[in-house]
Nanobody
């Protein structure tokens, strides 16, 4: 099993920045791809960004391209989401996810999930 714990969420004004972190524990050697999802009230969960094990392949939703950056430190079993130029529409609960199989980074099927961290962007 793999456990994921997110941190770094909070309240920020529009135009501001936040960095989310997700630390993995347990059978971390089995993990390949990692991703960040978000779910706003009344909306479906969406894949925001994803990264392959080596970091050589990344995916970004069109809505965050140029503003968000996903990265990972495999030595620390941690994946990050740097969020800049935040907008009120970025307000959501952000979830970290991981999977044991390497797939196309845009594929939104994951096995392990964190509990989520709230990001609120005020206008």
């Amino acid at each position: 099993q793999v456990q994921l714990v997110e941190s770094g969420g909070g309240l920020v004004q529009a135009g501001g920045s936040l960095r989310l972190s997700c630390a993995a524990s347990g059978r971390t050697f089995s993990i390949r791809d990692k991703g960040w999802f978000r779910q706003a009230p009344g909306k479906e969960r969406e894949l925001v960004a994803a990264i392959s094990w080596s970091g050589g392949r990344t995916y970004y939703a069109d809505s965050v391209k140029g503003r968000f950056t996903i990265s990972r430190d495999n030595a620390k079993n941690t994946v990050y989401l740097q969020m800049n130029s935040l907008k009120p529409e970025d307000t959501a609960v952000y979830y970290c996810a991981a999977r044991r199989t390497a797939q196309a980074v845009g594929v939104a099927e994951y096995e392990y999930w964190g509990q989520g961290t709230q990001v609120t962007v005020s206008s």
